[in-house]
């Protein structure tokens, strides 16, 4: 099995910044690609983010230019980092891993992080 587990976030005020991680641990061989998605309040989820291992991003229009997200190969780990956040960025952020978990295998596997709230309120 594989677990993703994050950390960072919590209340931040209008115009303030957060840092989320996400480390990926247990039965991976390969990561195809990482991410970050979120489900606002009566909301589906989205997708805020994504990463390949090669550096391939992928960012929602709604955090261009003021979301950066990184991966750091070796520990297998996934950062958010959030600026000018604003209300509408108020979410349940999700960690998803998309990972081959033995070598010569075709098969793909996706996992998602139990999710950390992020706040954004003065």
């Known amino acids: 099995q594989v677990q993703l587990v994050e950390s960072g976030g919590g209340l931040v005020q209008p115009g303030g910044s957060l840092r989320l991680s996400c480390a990926a641990s247990?039965?991976?061989?390969?990561?195809?690609?990482m991410g970050w998605y979120r489900q606002g309040p009566g909301k589906s989820r989205e997708l805020a983010a994504t990463?390949?291992?090669?550096?391939?991003?992928n960012y929602a229009d709604s955090v261009k230019g003021r979301f950066t997200i990184s991966l750091d190969n070796a520990k297998n780990t996934v950062f958010l980092q959030m600026n000018s956040l604003n209300p509408e960025d108020t979410a349940v952020y999700y960690c998803?891993?998309?990972?081959?978990?033995?070598?010569?295998?075709?098969?793909?596997?996706?996992?998602w992080g139990q999710g950390t709230q992020v706040t954004v309120s003065s």
């Open positions: 998803n891993a998309n990972v081959r978990r033995r070598s010569g295998s075709l098969v793909n596997y996706v996992y």
């Open positions: 247990g039965s991976i061989f390969s990561i195809n690609a």
């Open positions: 990463i390949t291992p090669g550096g391939m991003t």
